[in-house]
């Protein structure tokens, strides 16, 4: 049995019991504090996702832009590799549906987009494009207007029905009553310029920016916002994709002001 301490004695025992528990406690509460900070992600890690190899399908009408913009997102992305694959946009959904190892599409039209909800998280708007008519070196036909490719003198060369800019292309000329006859049928708006730079086509219906670069291959013949048309390009991550984060930060920037400042630059309207 422990002594029974006189009253002043056993005071001064508790005092210095409890003066030598405080730090004690004090220096268990500071460890798990820590080991609670340690376990909480802070917001900058979580901003930042991890570097990975991103595979883009792209719209042809996306390659030069692309390449500029996937060159400026490595730049600022150290360790994240962005490769892309260009085609028509009904060739991208062919690959899409056929289970193609990628992380991230961009379409030029919502149509395409909107026939992939299966495969892909919800899609943004990233850009808009218009359509003009491209003619032939120095335009010897003085094609002028939409009514004027209905002339069957002209070869006129578009872009397939189920390519988007062949859909807008009979959208416009069906809304003003011309009937065009085409050469032929192209499978992406780049094999419908080409045609055109090539001297095999007289005129074809084309994006404006694809025109931006063909220099005096082609006369550029603007079509009136009334007779136009507008093609939207939505863009979004795949639900297959096994760089998930990094897909969805991409896509994101796609939208942010060094992306979209590249996509004006390069003549695409502001989404």
Sequence with gaps: MSPILPLNRRTAALALSAALLVPALAACGSSDDKK???????ASAS???KAANLTVLAASSLTDVFKAAG???EKT????????????????AAQVKQGAPADALVTADTKTMDGLKAETNDPAIIAKNRLVIATGKGNPFKVAALKDLAD???KVVLAAPEVPVGRYSKQILDAQQIVVKPVSQEPNVRAVLSKV????ADAGLVYKTDTLKSGDKVVVVDIPDAENAVASYPAATLKGSKNAEAAAAFVAWLNGPEAQKILQDAGFQKA
Excluded: N
């Excluded at 992305?77 to 991208?92: D, I, M, R």
């Design 152 to 154: 069957t003198k002209l």
């Design 47 to 49: 901003a930042a996702p």
């Design 197 to 200: 730079e090539l001297g095999e």
């Design 77 to 92: 992305h150290p360790g994240t590799k962005v490769t892309f694959s260009f085609a028509g946009s009904q060739e991208l």
């Design 71 to 73: 060159a400026e997102y």
């Design 36 to 42: 609670d900070a340690a376990a909480s992600p802070s």
